[in-house]
């Protein structure tokens, strides 16, 4: 049986997306660098998000791949998403939730015109009944997603995943799976983010994936007489 990610109306759009990825990323990505050279790096989450208005910076293919077979397996009915950009990851991870028998993708964007990009390339897909995309700062707008959470998408800026995994700890089904990204991007931003997760004691089972840029998966097993959904 072929799944929603192979039919050629999704097929084509992620090829049009990745391809826009690939001929632009990198010439904003060496202005960024060449500007926090000059002037150190933008300390603030706004002031990033603008410097990279018109980058990508998607998950690669095998990693969307992975997310979504695992998605899938897990028959994640409600899938949450820190960092939305365009949209790359959340055509996956909608493309797994429609072949799962339905749920909702509910992702977050800082940058407005990214979310509108994003909402047009969704529908686009014909996967936008599924996604929700709230724009502002993700740890304020994700705080009252309705549990339990299925499943969760680490990508936006990486010092901020361990506070927004906080955030939707108490909303976490048993068994849930966290998807961190990029842990070869800024290992200084992640080193709390993993020492959390790998902890014993730290109601989470965790390892490290060598694909991509690297990634960490976890599953939320849960604590001891500690909150969380069952
Ligand atoms: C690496 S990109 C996401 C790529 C996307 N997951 C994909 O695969 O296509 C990171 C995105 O996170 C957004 N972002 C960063 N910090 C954020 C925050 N606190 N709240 C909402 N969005 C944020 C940035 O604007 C940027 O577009």
Redesign the pocket.
């Known amino acids: 049986m072929s799944t929603t990610l192979d039919s050629p109306r999704v097929q084509s759009i992620l090829d049009r997306?990745f391809q826009d990825?690939d001929s632009g990323d990198p010439r904003i990505i060496a202005r960024v660098r060449a500007d926090w050279e000059r002037r150190g790096p933008s300390p603030d989450?706004e002031g990033?998000?603008h410097m990279?208005?018109d980058?990508?910076?998607?998950?690669s293919r095998e990693v969307?791949r992975l997310l979504h077979l695992l998605a899938f397996a897990a028959r994640a009915r409600t899938v949450v998403?820190?960092?939305?950009?365009?949209?790359?990851?959340?055509l996956f991870l909608a493309a797994a939730v429609r072949d799962g028998g339905g749920g909702r993708v509910i992702g977050?964007?800082?940058?407005p015109e990214?979310v509108r990009r994003a909402r047009n390339n969704l529908d686009e897909s014909g996967l936008g009944d599924l996604v929700e995309i709230r724009e502002?700062?993700?740890?304020v707008?994700l705080r009252d997603v309705e549990g339990p959470v299925d499943f969760v998408?680490l990508?936006?800026?990486k010092n901020?995943y361990l506070p927004?995994l906080r955030t939707l700890e108490p909303r976490l089904r048993r068994g849930a799976l966290i998807v961190a990204?990029?842990l070869d991007l800024a290992p200084d931003d992640l080193r709390p983010y993993l020492e959390y997760v790998r902890r014993a004691g730290s109601g989470y089972g965790s390892v490290e994936i060598p694909l991509g840029d690297r990634l960490e998966v976890s599953c939320w097993h849960g604590r001891d007489g500690g909150e969380g959904e069952a």
Do not use: Q, R
């Open positions: 997306l990825a989450p990033l998000a990279f208005a980058a990508y910076l998607p998950v969307g998403e820190f960092g939305t950009s365009f949209g790359i990851s959340t977050s964007e800082m940058h990214k502002g700062d993700a740890l707008t998408l990508d936006g800026w901020l927004v990204d990029d």
